[in-house]
T-cell receptor, first 116, second 112 residues
Framework: GAVVSQHPSWVICKSGTSVKIECRSLDFQATTMFWYRQFPKQSLMLMATSNEGSKATYEQGVEKDKFLINHASLTLSTLTVTSAHPEDSSFYIC????????????FGPGTRLLVL | GESVGLHLPTLSVQEGDNSIINCAYSNSASDYFIWYKQESGKGPQFIIDIRSNMDKRQGQRVTVLLNKTVKHLSLQIAATQPGDSAVYFCAETSYGNNRLAFGKGNQVVVIP
């Protein structure tokens, strides 16, 4: 149980284009999903917290107009990197909690983004 | 931005030996702790968790120890196998808190 998927697993795009990453909870409903960014040999950096049906809460320093998050259903959250640039190249990982008051986060497999 | 040349603390262990990975957490108010395993190019995988009302919890081949006095968490892996090679992160949070605070990670390399 508690399986989270991400799509795509990797994407290469040209500078200036937008990229959408999907995060799905496959066998549970996730009222809260999280988006992280990870650079090589570093820990996970929380970008934003996404609650179903409401606006995402962004961490300090994360541009909400750059990283658009939508959590339209209890099983799907999307992260759109708008007008991507090479410095946006990174490993993006989502996670989900199984319910309110449940602190454990289950992670997706990650999406490798390379912006040329 | 991205940092170049970072090296994670690395534990090299012979296959079959026991591994101990340590983590110092920062927030004395944290009451829930999780260990995650992250293999190269993959997302973190839940291993084991522990609440602050316990000082030890065992799973399959893994044991987590919690010392609240010195804010220290450890993960013990028994009979380490090549498949245990990965980066291990500890994470802390508290009841009702949305966020997990992750440690820096420890690389475990299993020598066959």
């Amino acid at each position: 149980g508690a399986v989270v998927s991400q799509h795509p697993s990797w994407v290469i795009c040209k500078s200036g284009t937008s990229v959408k990453i999907e995060c799905r909870s496959l066998d549970f409903q996730a009222t809260t999903m999280f988006w992280y960014r990870q650079f090589p040999k570093q820990s996970l950096m929380l970008m934003a917290t996404s609650n179903e049906g409401s606006k995402a809460t962004y961490e300090q320093g994360v541009e909400k107009d750059k990283f658009l998050i939508n959590h339209a259903s209890l099983t799907l959250s999307t992260l759109t990197v708008t007008s991507a640039h090479p410095e946006d190249s990174s490993f993006y990982i989502c996670s989900a909690r199984t319910g309110t008051g449940k602190e454990t986060q289950y992670f997706g497999p990650g999406t490798r983004l390379l912006v040329l | 931005g991205e940092s170049v040349g970072l090296h994670l603390p690395t534990l090299s262990v012979q296959e079959g030996d026991n591994s101990i990975i340590n983590c110092a957490y920062s927030n004395s108010a944290s009451d829930y702790f999780i260990w995650y395993k992250q293999e190269s190019g993959k997302g973190p995988q839940f291993i084991i968790d522990i609440r602050s009302n316990m000082d030890k919890r065992q799973g399959q081949r893994v044991t987590v120890l919690l010392n609240k006095t010195v804010k220290h968490l450890s993960l013990q892996i028994a009979a380490t196998q090549p498949g245990d090679s990965a980066v291990y992160f500890c994470a802390e949070t508290s009841y009702g808190n949305n966020r997990l605070a992750f440690g820096k990670g420890n690389q475990v390399v299993v020598i066959p």
